[in-house]
């Protein structure tokens, strides 16, 4: 049992402990001080101003012309989504569901817009979002999908529409500079930049027909860039971007788009185009043929509408299309390339095998 003089002494070795500490601590304090201060470092008690940002200056010439090119052309492009019919049989109703999102360009003041067709597959219907957020109905104008266009038309255009302007793409060179305006993953007025990578390359469309004479650009292009416009530093549309080559499906470098002059033809020039007035025939792989034992190559017809031209030549429904003047349709694009170059109201004599045997049968086109 430890006496109360001990106790005492034990207090008061604590205190001079203390007070020890104390000093010590101050002593730190003050020499930290001492010692920021001789570095020109300001201590904590002293108040910052923090640093002021320095003047930027006046923008580059060639950012002045990008911010230029964007700010004015934005208007003319357009956010597109579609969407689809399902039905739920063990409820008893039909669910419209979002199908998918592209952007597109406005073409002219009536109401037109234009985007690649492969933005609209297996859509029901069509919506076209305008610069100022408002979205509006549309309905198919005009659809070549061995080219991957679609022209829409507004189904209650507003009036101050902004067509984009045209460009030319037969005298594009390898390295001119690039932009382009579109609404990548759902993230609308997107702008990136870039180059002409080559010229000339080759893509397949929907319809697994070849696009030839295709751009190809280092520009930035992701899932919901399709339909959008590629521009040139004067800012005119050069191309509609449409593909990109990426094993992970996003943007790698390697972007494409359909030159303008392929499309402002396709869009004049197709509005006439000329057909057998049949549903798209299919198209049979070597293995299937093997499979059912059909020898020759062709496309198989499903249906022939009534009054269609096929109706009225006298094909018949699973007929074999195997030549259209005697040139070989083994494939879609071997039969949309010969297509492409009639008219409506052009004879064709279609080679057919039915039962085995092959027939002749001369067509008069119908327009599209």
Known sequence: MQHSDDRNEIQVSRRRAGGAA????????????????????????????G????PRGDLAADEKETIRIFEEL?????????????????????????????????????????TNFHVLARADRVYVMLYDGKEHAAKVEFAAPEMDVILLRLIDP???????????????????RVLAIGNPFGLDQTLTTGVISALGRSITSATGQEIANVIQTDTAINPGNSGGPLLDSAGRMIGITTAIVSPSGAYAGIGFAIPIDSVRETINNGRRRAG????????ISDRERQ??????????????????????????ELDKIVAIDRQPTPT?????QI??????????????????KLLEVPVVLQEL
């Open 74 to 114: 934005s208007p003319s492009v357009v956010n597109i989504r579609t969407s689809a019919f399902v039905r739920q049989y063990w409820r008893r109703r039909t669910l419209e569901v979002q199908q998918g999102t592209g952007s597109g360009v406005v073409w002219d003041e009536s109401g037109l817009i234009v």
């Open 158 to 176: 507003p009036s101050g529409l902004r067509p984009i302007p045209l460009g030319e793409s037969h005298d594009l060179k390898v390295g001119q």
């Open 332 to 336: 879609l694009r071997s039969y949309y």
């Open 51 to 54: 640093r002021e940002p320095v």
């Open 339 to 356: 297509m492409r170059e009639h008219k409506p109201d052009d004879t064709v004599t279609i080679t057919i095998e039915r039962d085995g």
């Open 291 to 316: 499979r059912l034992g059909i020898r020759s190559k062709g496309l198989i017809v499903l249906e022939i509408p009534p009054k269609s031209a096929a109706a009225r030549a006298g094909l018949q």
């Open 276 to 283: 057998l007035g049949i549903p798209e025939p299919i198209e």
């Open 22 to 49: 104390l000093q010590l601590t101050a002593l730190v304090i003050l020499t930290g001080c001492g010692l920021l201060a001789f570095l020109g470092i300001p201590s904590v008690q002293s108040k910052s101003t």
